[in-house]
Nanobody, 126 residues
Framework: QVQLVESGGGLVQTGGSLRLSCAASGRTFSSYATGWFRQAPGKEREFVAARSWSGGNIRYADSVKGRFTISRDNAKNTVYLQMNKLKPEDTAVYYC???????????????????WGQGTQVTVSS
């Protein structure tokens, strides 16, 4: 089992940048597929970005493509989400997730992930 802890959220102005981190503990992280999801008030949790265990498959939601980048440092057991050119509609609680099921894929469905962090708030002011 793996435990995930997100950090790096905060308040930023439109056009600014943030880098979210998701630190994993408990097991070696390198064999896990990882994803980032977000949930705004009153809305369902939505897919943001995902990376297969090897990095051979990476996917982004259309709304963040070209602005966000998912990456991972296996030596630090940490996955990152670099967010640039932030918009007010990016405001949400951001969650990282991981799974060994279908780890060769970069899945977009929350139900395909087994482990979740507690979330970190990102607020983009206009």
């Amino acid at each position: 089992q793996v435990q995930l802890v997100e950090s790096g959220g905060g308040l930023v102005q439109t056009g600014g940048s943030l880098r979210l981190s998701c630190a994993a503990s408990g097991r070696t992280f390198s064999s896990y597929a990882t994803g980032w999801f977000r949930q705004a008030p009153g809305k369902e949790r939505e897919f943001v970005a995902a990376r297969s265990w090897s990095g051979g498959n990476i996917r982004y939601a259309d709304s963040v493509k070209g602005r966000f980048t998912i990456s991972r440092d296996n030596a630090k057991n940490t996955v990152y989400l670099q967010m640039n050119k932030l918009k007010p509609e990016d405001t949400a609680v951001y969650y990282c997730a991981a799974t060994t099921r279908r780890a060769i894929f970069a899945d977009t469905l929350p139900s395909l992930y087994d482990y979740w962090g507690q979330g970190t708030q990102v607020t983009v002011s206009s």
